[in-house]
């Protein structure tokens, strides 16, 4: 039957104008007990929602989380440059872009279309953001990094701080100057209060894909596979290189 969906809902709220989903058979009495107007299902267990309204797939969470993007866009830029916001005249801004206030854009940064800088952010000189990047508001990105296209980063979290290498000189420690940056690629999702810090001579690098979550701690010259995943609390020493697709859970490090 034709059915008007007009929200996303868990199964044990959703009523029957909402969507949910079932990705697991641990998760059947739940289902059969939902209100939820249709569900998204693997289809291994379409057979046991009997008269229910399915969307049958092999994917059912990636299925929910397109579908949800759908009812949840993203923000698209509200393009123009607060009166609060410096943004010095070296600068490349696209007037596609948005510029929250107070924040702060050095020289010779360039920023590609549509990204949205938003308040209290800096980028400092030499930065290059991609397109339709978004710093959530208190992000800084220290000079000389380099952003790809459709980057998030989220409040709070710092790219392309010192790494810490110092040397030690008999009686005390002497600093290394870090003269790398960062490198971020496509695509890259990092959470709040994260660090990343530059290299000492070559750059940190994030590669496309990768996905960082809050409170995590990258060391100067990592390397960070396409599509890895680090979740809150990973500690990664300078130097630390990780692969393709590689996952490291809360609170582990290396």
């Not at 107070?102 to 940064?109: A, L, M, P, Q």
């Not at 994260?194 to 590669?207: F, K, S």
């Not at 990258?218 to 390397?223: D, L, T």
């Not at 680090?230 to 609170?251: I, P, Y």
Request: charged share 15%; net charge negative; hydrophobic share 40%.
């Amino acid at each position: 039957q034709d059915i008007a969906i007009s929200r996303i809902a868990p199964l044990h709220t959703a009523q029957k104008d909402d969507i949910s989903f079932v990705s697991h058979p641990k998760h059947l009495p739940e289902a059969l007990a939902s209100q939820a107007g249709a569900l998204i299902v693997h289809h291994k267990l379409a057979d046991k929602l009997p008269g229910r309204n399915l969307i049958v797939c092999d994917n059912p969470q990636l299925y929910f989380a397109q579908t949800a993007r759908l009812f949840h866009p993203a923000p698209a830029a509200n393009p123009g440059i607060h009166p609060s916001a410096v943004v010095e005249a070296s600068a490349i801004v696209p007037d596609s872009c948005e510029i929250g206030a107070n924040v702060y854009i050095g020289e010779c940064v360039v920023l590609g279309k549509g990204c949205r800088i938003l308040a209290n952010c800096v980028v400092e000189a030499n930065c290059v953001l991609g397109e339709h990047t978004v710093l959530h508001p208190n992000v800084t990105i220290y000079a000389g990094c380099h952003l790809g296209d459709r980057v998030e980063i989220h409040s709070g979290t710092v790219i392309g701080a010192d790494g810490f290498g110092n040397a030690w000189a008999q009686d005390h420690w002497y600093k290394i100057p870090q003269v790398g940056g960062v490198e971020i690629g496509n695509d890259v999702e990092i959470g709040a209060n994260t660090t990343i810090d530059r290299g000492a001579i070559e750059d940190t690098v994030i590669a496309e894909g990768a996905k960082i979550d809050n409170l995590v701690q990258i060391g100067h010259n990592c390397e960070i596979g396409y599509g890895s995943i680090l979740v809150s609390q990973v500690g990664l020493a300078g130097s630390t290189k990780l692969g393709r697709n590689v996952v490291m859970g809360g609170q582990s490090g290396s």
